[in-house]
Structures are given as structure tokens and as C-alpha cells.
DNA sequence: CGGCTAACGTTCGGTCCCAAACAATGCTGG
DNA sequence: CCAGCATTGTTTGGGACCGAACGTTAGCCG
């Protein structure tokens, strides 16, 4: 590798920290998918749309699509998958025909109630590796590459 | 969402350095793509096997796979779309006709050549809020929790 | 009121993604 | 030799994923 890249000025910093965030956020995932979402037959992407709309209650499908990263479009897929299984519910927004309201059904909070302490224990387990101050600094290092990257991009809210 | 949590017995910093880690890879991957990948036609995943094959050079499959990341059967397809573009050819392994070499053809190296600079500009700027130290202590920290997951699942090779 | 324009969710086409089932090839012990 | 058995890449089915195009609804301003 570095016969290929010599000779290239290179920040070999940056190169380093991008494809690690990307390398644990993949095992990371692949390891919570496994131990926690797959014996109940949930994604990944399926079990963070079922946490935002646990968290908020309530929600319009946009403001979900925000806070779970994936766009619009996904979001009626993933929506649909989740609605089928009988975990949310979809209706329309009583002032604006536009919008769609969702939110979880009795089925779908009982489950995040269950499941959802297996989630964090797998996460302690994850990163037990890292001391209590580690896991903070990491987690304040990535906030500050978001809030970079938010700055390039302008809101397209 | 303190609400919803409150009660629970919850390792709060495991919680909030998963969330980050995602957050990240993902704000990281999508900027990206946009920046440097898709004007040029290509996925995150297409440039991640170009580039494992285009470092390592004559490399079998299932290597590419690991080094990606991805599992064998999504390795087929990225393969076909990329081969279908000419940017790498497959080809039998002369001593073991289970086996299959891919290598970069000269259209792809010429891109690889071109476009890695770029996407390490861009690597540098989105990591351009954290220090030198602080980018290795993150990417320190991430190879920790990398390792850790390891140990959990015996290696599967 | 009525035509513009913006905002919302859905649809569409193409790719990625995995696990599991599969086919083909190599290996090894009787 | 050859009958298991293991290994490798491919196929398959279901889902996630995006950007762009679309249809509907709201709001604005003449």
C-alpha cells in the first residue's frame, strides 16, 4: 500500500480516522444486527426508525427521515416493512393533507421495551474496550466531523 | 427522550459513542459520495473494492470481500456492475478453477490514479475540526472497539 | 377567486446488502 | 480410484438505499 500511494501527498491522518469511523461503525452495526435485531427479525434500519419514533411519539415522517439519516424515499419503504408487521401506524396529518403522521402501536412500544436494554447492553459490551473518558472524547471528536461537514453542507431543510 | 429512558438502567456513554460512530460514518460516506464519487458514476462500495483491488493488486474475491468489508454474494454484483463499466476484469485462477483474480484494467488504474487525491483533499477537510492528535486518538479508539468485536466472534475464515 | 410556486410523501430504476441455497471444484482417506 | 467433505463464487429472495420524477395539497399574490 504505501509502494502505491508513495509519492502522493497525502494526509495520511485523515485517511486513517475516515476509513476506521467507517470500518467500526460497519462491525458496529454487523454485531448489533446479529446479537440483537436479527432474532427479531429487524433490520438495522427498521430498529433506528422504530427508536426515533419511540423517542418523539408522533412524529412527521420527514422529521423521521432527519433524525434516522436516510432519505425520504427510503423512508416510505422502510415505513411500509414496519407498518405491515404491525409495529407503527401511518396517518394523515389532521391540518395539512400533505403530511403524514406516524406513530408506534401498543405491539411496537412493548417491543422497544424489551428490546431496547438488550440493545444498550450489547453497545456497553462493544465498546468496553474504551474507559468512560475514551468514550466521551470519541463521541465529542465525531460530533465535531458532523458539525464540520453540516457547515459545507448548507441546510436543505 | 430522557422520558422514554428515564427509569431504565442505561450505560448512557456506550449509548451516545455507537450513535456517534454511526452518525459520522455515515455524514462522512454521504459527503463523499457527493463530492467526489458520484460525479464520476461512482457508489461508496464500487470505490471501496476498486480500491482494495487497486492496492493489493491481482487479488482473489474473498480477500476483496473481507478487506471491504462485504459479504461474498454482494462482492458478485459489485464486481459485474464495475466490470461492466471496465474498470476491472475477473478471471479464473490458473491453479484453482474455484477461485477467481480480479485485477484493475489500465481505464481503471488511470481513475484511481486521478480520483484518490481528490477523495484525500476530502478526507482531510471533513477531519479538518480535529487536530493531528486528536485524529489518532479516534482512530485509535475505533480500532480498539474493532478489536474488541473480534474477540467476540471467533474468526470466521 | 385562480394561477404560481413551494412543500410533502410516494413511486421508480438501479445498486447495494445479507443469509441461505446452490453448483462446481479440489482434497483426502479408505 | 473414488466417495464423502470442505471451499469458493454465484444465484436468489427480501429488504434497504438514493436521486429524480411525480401527484397532491397548501399558501401566496394578483
Redesign the interface.
Known amino acids: 500500500?504505501a509502494d502505491?500511494l508513495s509519492g502522493?501527498?497525502?494526509?495520511m491522518?485523515?485517511?486513517?480516522?475516515?476509513?476506521?469511523?467507517?470500518?467500526?461503525?460497519?462491525?458496529?452495526?454487523n454485531?448489533?444486527e446479529r446479537t440483537v435485531l436479527a432474532p427479531h427479525d429487524l433490520t438495522w434500519t427498521g430498529w433506528v426508525v422504530l427508536w426515533v419514533v419511540?423517542?418523539w411519539g408522533d412524529i412527521e415522517t420527514r422529521h423521521v427521515a432527519t433524525e434516522a439519516?436516510i432519505s425520504k424515499g427510503t423512508l416510505t419503504g422502510v415505513i411500509g416493512t414496519l407498518e405491515k408487521r404491525g409495529l407503527l401506524t401511518r396517518r394523515v396529518h389532521p391540518d395539512d393533507a400533505r403530511r403524514v403522521l406516524v406513530a408506534l402501536t401498543a405491539k411496537g412500544r412493548k417491543l422497544m421495551t424489551r428490546l431496547?436494554?438488550m440493545f444498550?447492553?450489547e453497545?456497553?459490551?462493544?465498546?468496553?474496550?474504551?474507559s468512560?473518558n475514551?468514550?466521551?472524547?470519541?463521541?465529542r471528536?465525531?460530533?465535531?466531523?458532523?458539525?464540520?461537514?453540516?457547515d459545507?453542507?448548507p441546510p436543505t431543510d
Chains 1, 2 share one sequence.
Open positions: 500500500m502505491r502522493m501527498d497525502l494526509d491522518d485523515a485517511m486513517a480516522a475516515v476509513q476506521n469511523v467507517y470500518r467500526a461503525a460497519n462491525t458496529i452495526r454485531h448489533l419511540w423517542i439519516g431496547f436494554p444498550n447492553t453497545e456497553a459490551r462493544v465498546t468496553s474496550a474504551l468512560a475514551e468514550k466521551t472524547s470519541l463521541a471528536s465525531l460530533r465535531r466531523v458532523v458539525a464540520q461537514v453540516d459545507f453542507t
